[in-house]
């Protein structure tokens, strides 16, 4: 998914822009998505491509929210040494947004904290 930046901005919440398309982080323990805890799939914000189940969700307890595993094959990897630091940031593969970032402190079976921005996806419910 190619869109401008002026067209990304459109599109976007000036926070959804900031944290999907700018590499920002929001606020640990703010967004709408860290509580949810039913059934169903989580989404890019910006394209709407499949990223993690809720079967692999988990409290990390770090503020946002976090799972063990990404669901397909719609999760990239960059080294990202922003900050000081060397850390994994994931983006979506469909459409380039930034994510978050995965840890190697989390749950078997992967050992993986895939750390994401709630603020960068969306929730669909599974049927009943």
């Known amino acids: 998914m190619k869109l401008t930046e002026q067209e990304w901005q459109q599109r976007l919440s000036d926070e959804e822009y900031r944290v999907c398309r700018k590499k920002g982080t929001e606020r640990p323990f703010s967004g709408e998505l860290l509580d949810v805890n039913d059934k169903g799939i989580y989404l890019c914000?910006?394209?709407?491509?499949?990223?993690?189940?809720?079967?692999?969700?988990?409290?990390?307890?770090?503020?946002?929210?976090?799972?063990?595993?990404?669901?397909?094959?719609?999760?990239?990897?960059?080294?990202?040494?922003?900050?000081?630091?060397?850390?994994?940031?994931?983006?979506?593969?469909?459409?380039?947004?930034?994510?978050?970032?995965?840890?190697?402190?989390?749950?078997?079976?992967?050992?993986?904290?895939?750390?994401?921005?709630?603020?960068s996806l969306s929730f669909q419910p599974e049927d009943k």
């Open 45 to 119: 914000k910006c394209c709407g491509a499949e990223l993690f189940s809720s079967n692999a969700k988990f409290d990390a307890g770090c503020g946002w929210p976090s799972f063990f595993a990404e669901h397909g094959e719609n999760v990239d990897y960059h080294q990202d040494h922003s900050h000081g630091m060397t850390r994994t940031e994931i983006t979506c593969k469909q459409c380039g947004s930034h994510l978050g970032h995965v840890f190697p402190d989390g749950p078997q079976p992967t050992g993986q904290r895939y750390c994401v921005n709630s603020v």
